[in-house]
């Protein structure tokens, strides 16, 4: 209903919507009474308060004393923030000097504020407005107050775990993860901050129960404090301790779930019946509000974080802890990435070595020297290797190739790798001939790994060098698939990339690999060229007998002898010229004889009555091992005997 201008009330229409309102209407509008405005103001829900020039309280409606849980007329007369005089609410001391700025400047403004009645703590905003007399002039200050707690801890709560998003795994290292979490916590909510990861954790192993445990075995992982050096902290980074199961902390790990405590004189004899040290520390530190917050990833309890307020005067909120235990939550989370990474990367490592050698080649050619250096910002683990490969003759080869990708898979494919290049060297191939061969293995297992896996077709892409060193002849013949050219480093210091053929990495297919040959500074030889005649065969003994003599290998010459017979003669017999013996002291003396046949030798056991035949097989068990390889013109059959006293040349 409305009035009219006789006081009159305006019934509605017909239709049942109100009368058109007309000017005269306006004019004669119902005005309250002073009495009517104060009942108003007391029933409005929104706390409402009038601070006059004196900066005390005047009036005060039923919401505002509702909100401080006092009788309004006892507030009169109060300064801002005061529920009784000289008695400041917590967090109210700083709203006399907001009053005394609007009564100076005439200015409105806002102001919020954290409120603790009671032990309930609330977010306050208040619009504090200028009520101006007659005459324009400030004579007192109105303010209005909202309860703005939910959206405060919201807003806050998504700042902090925005920044938790950036700052806390930003490595995969679980002691880093640790620190950015106790280093964030203390700049925003807590004064002191312990990170405890489970030892197995730290290892990168998986977490075992905490339940039926005595005591809790723990790696101070990381703690952080606004006091330098953390001083309340009775455990360093680094070590291990361990908390009682019966404890505080204990008792929250085996529950599962966060909580918090205000540690006052009761709850600190409590603590020191059981951990005295730690319940001191806390004393001598006037520590008085703590939360215990589990570090809980995929339903497994890794460790626990402990928040603590010394300097922060309020005590820790539910608030406080929920916010808490989304942190833990969010940083459990990176913390058990980074164990799994560990617990990969010690795998991968472990096979890794397993498959490099871990011993130098038993050969006198070459002196090697090898490091691997993994790349440390990325997973650290790859497909790299190296490998010394003995050959007849007292050649070595030389090989370095690399499989595309990190982690277990590239490992693993490594080894398949690296073993096939030792089986195709067995073989003698030359260089360009093994890495075609070697191609054709790439293809078989990129065929083998399926598409969808998780690594995809991991050889294609792969590439390697292969090198075989004559020490003899100074030769050095290379191929390459895929692979950097290698560099030269001469006696005198001097450097040079040799210039090889380019390959196609492994796993390509199709594409042909070239061998280029390199003349390296010699070192010693000793090579006899012979013509195709039967006589020779005793000159070649005379020969062997003085070179032994000079080595000192008298024991060897009887053997010799027999062996470079069979040998000469076979070639002299079955091959063709050229004919060469080259005879080699090396970790074993290696006698070669080559020639212009490519007709591989059989070994055969000769009958009874045969006139030959034997030669290859008196060659087999008078020395340790023999075999052929086939050159650019021709073969050559090699044999090697054992040399007593000749060391091991031990680890590279």
Known sequence: MS????????????????????????????????????????QLPV??????????????????????????????????????????????????????????????ELYETQLVMEGSEHIRQAAMSPVRNAAGEVEGVSVVTLDTTDQFWARRRLALLNKAGMRIGSTLDVGRTAEELAELAVEDFADFVTVDLLSEVVAGDEA????????????????????EGCPESIVAVGETHAYDSDSVVGRTLIKGEP?????????????????????????????????????????????????????????????DLQLAAELVSRAAVCVDNARRYTRERATALALQRSLLPRRAARQKAVEVTARYLPNTDGAGIGGDWFDVIPLSGARVALVVGDVVGHGLHASATMGRLRTAVRTLADVDLAPDELLTQLDDLALTLDREQPADGPEGGQVAGATCLYAVYDPATGHCTMARAGHPEPVLTRPGG???????????????????????????????????????????????????????????????????????????????????????????????LICEVFDGSSTAPHL??????????????????????????????????WAEQPLTGVEDPGPA
Not at 73 to 86: F, H, K, N, R, W
């Open 259 to 319: 909580a918090r405590m205000v540690l006052d004189e009761v709850a600190l004899r409590r603590w020191r019946t059981i951990e005295p040290v730690r319940s001191q520390s806390m004393r001598d530190h006037k520590i008085h509000s703590v939360m215990v917050v589990p570090l809980r990833a995929r339903g497994v309890i890794l460790g626990t974080t402990l928040f603590c307020r010394h300097r922060t005067p309020g005590a820790f909120g539910a608030a």
């Open 208 to 227: 075992r129960s905490v339940l039926n445990r005595d005591s809790i075995s723990f790696h101070r992982a990381a703690q952080c404090s606004v006091l």
């Open 494 to 588: 001097s450097a040079e990339q040799l210039r090889l053929p380019p390959g196609p990495p492994l796993g390509v297919g199709g594409l042909p690999f070239e061998s280029a040959e390199f003349e390296l500074p010699e070192d010693s030889r000793l090579s006899w060229d012979l013509p195709s005649d039967p006589a020779v065969v005793a000159d070649a003994r005379r020969r062997v007998t003085a070179q032994l003599a000079v080595w000192g290998l008298d024991d060897a010459v009887f053997t010799t002898e027999l062996v470079v017979s069979e040998l000469v003669t076979n070639a002299i017999r079955y091959g063709g010229d050229p004919i060469r013996l080259r005879l080699i002291r090396d970790t074993a």
């Open 47 to 108: 706390p409402v308060a009038y601070f006059g020039r004196d900066q005390l309280l005047a009036l005060a409606n039923r919401a505002a004393a509702e909100s401080v849980a006092r009788p309004a007329e006892s507030l009169v007369g109060l300064l801002p923030g005061e529920i009784e005089p000289g008695l400041y609410m917590e967090g109210g001391q700083g709203l006399v000097e907001a009053i005394e700025r609007v009564l100076r400047t005439g200015q409105g």
């Open 604 to 637: 055969r056991r000769a009958r009874m009555f045969d006139e030959g035949g034997r030669g290859l097989l008196l060659v087999a068990s008078l020395t340790e091992r023999w075999g052929t390889r086939y050159t650019g013109t021709g073969k050559a059959i």
């Open 3 to 42: 009035r009219d201008g006789t006081g009159g009330a305006v019934p509605p229409s017909d239709s049942g919507e109100p009368s058109e309102v007309t000017e005269g209407h306006r004019e004669h509008a119902y005005r309250p009474s002073d009495e009517e405005r104060c009942r108003i103001l007391d």
